[in-house]
């Protein structure tokens, strides 16, 4: 599929780098490994509010409380033990962060109350917090600089793949064995992760200075703040998360009360969503020298805005799902050029302390993205307040634009090791 790709020169005695294409056995085992673990991730995910229900018959408020002991750790843990990503290097993060998860999950599996329910979600967020910046962190790691862009679109194929796939799992699951079996199908699929993982060859990075942890975790607070490309990277960023969190209120809304349709056709909106995002993933590689620069990374999150326009602004079901399926193509190119941009605009020795910034942000901004997307749609209407939703990210991308505009396209500065 990717035979095109110029191979990078290798030094004597030195490993090669995993190329990012299916002939290379060291990346398909990677891919497939991630693809299982994010069927394991949501089949779990959604496994667990009904777990919560079911099981220990909760009140809707235990329920909430569960779904933050779960949702909650990335958002306050993910800047600090990004420090650790860096201390310690992705992989072995990475790996300690799956086989946490695992046992996480096989601990909410065999939870015998509520409380203990609870306690082993915290459990499974807190190695969320660690797993999440080391993924991040590790595609940098493993694969040459050219290649980046192609390793970074297939991997976000395989979150793609679980995102479709996990709900028939989590569904086959509990027809076949009930809850628990979900909670065993996600810790196995972490090990999957962590045995692929573990043998990759690591391309060489300078080392962090050791400091303080909290010297540290102030660095890659500063690092952020002072560098221009990435603090408007990660403000567009936001605002994409904020529209796609929101659209999550949208989406069910708008099936049952505009086009009169089934709960089935929900799911089916999301199907095409992650069809077209999986399809752009594959695409993206053999495209990758046009999608660099600032005007790609602000174009995608506009054309991510108008796909989400489009899918909920019509009365027609054909058109809507032709919005979902550009929705999820948009959403592929948007997510792949935005962390390739900021793997590139930054050091690889502060990555793990940039990514728990970023993926901190993140959370906060999907957790407030879901009610006031409910806000805004008891406000304007489901159709207006969603055209209104999805003009944040279309607002975020043409200022984007407009400052690139002012801008030289061209390679800008890294940013220093430490802010001290």
């Known amino acids: 599929m990717h035979g095109s790709f110029r191979r990078p020169r290798i030094a004597p005695g030195a490993s090669r780098p995993v190329r990012p294409s299916f002939r290379d056995a060291r990346f398909s085992l990677l891919v497939a490994g991630e693809t299982v673990n994010s069927i394991g991730g949501w089949a779990s995910a959604i496994v667990l509010w009904g777990f919560a229900a079911y099981r220990f018959n909760a009140s809707p408020y235990a329920v909430s409380l569960t779904i933050v002991c779960w949702a909650a750790p990335p958002a306050v843990l993910s800047p600090l033990l990004g420090v650790w990503v860096d201390r310690i290097g992705p992989r072995k993060a990475l790996v300690t962060g799956y086989i946490a998860a695992a046992g996480a999950a096989l601990a909410m599996a065999a939870a015998g109350s509520l409380a203990a329910l609870d306690v082993a979600a915290v459990s499974y967020g807190i190695a969320r917090s660690l797993a999440g910046p080391a993924a991040n962190a590790l595609p940098p790691r493993i694969v040459a600089d050219d290649d980046l862009l192609a390793a970074n679109a297939l991997l976000g194929g395989a979150s793609s793949a679980g995102a479709v796939v996990g709900p028939l799992a989590a569904s086959a699951a509990l027809a076949l064995s009930g809850f628990p079996a979900a909670f065993i199908l996600d810790a196995a699929s972490y090990l999957i992760g962590a045995a692929v993982v573990l043998p990759l060859p690591f391309r ?217």
């Open 204 to 420: 060489p990075a300078p080392a962090p200075e050791q400091t303080s942890w909290r010297r540290d975790l102030l660095d890659g607070l500063k690092l952020v703040a002072r560098h221009r490309k990435v603090q408007l990277i990660v403000v567009m960023s936001a605002a994409v998360t904020f529209t796609s969190a929101a659209f999550l209120v949208v989406e069910p809304l708008y099936a049952r009360h505009v086009l009169h349709r089934p709960p089935s056709q929900f799911a089916l909106f999301e199907a095409g969503a992650g069809t077209g995002a999986i399809l752009a993933s594959l695409i993206i590689p053999r495209l990758k020298d046009r999608l660099t620069g600032r005007r790609v990374l602000g174009a995608s999150a506009a054309c991510y805005g108008l796909a989400a326009c489009l899918f909920a602004g019509t009365t027609l079901v054909p058109v809507a799902y032709v919005g979902a399926f550009t929705w999820g193509v948009t959403g592929a190119v948007f997510g792949t050029v935005t962390i390739t941009t900021l793997q590139q605009a930054s050091p690889q020795q502060a990555h793990g302390r940039i990514m728990g910034v970023t993926s901190a942000i993140g959370s906060w901004v999907e957790t407030l993205g879901l009610p006031l997307g409910g806000v805004i749609l008891a406000a304007l209407g489901i159709r207006a307040g969603a055209i209104a939703l999805a003009g944040v990210a279309i607002l975020a991308g043409l200022t984007y634009l407009t400052i690139a505009a002012t801008h030289e396209e061209g390679q800008v500065p890294a940013l220093p090791p430490s802010s001290s």
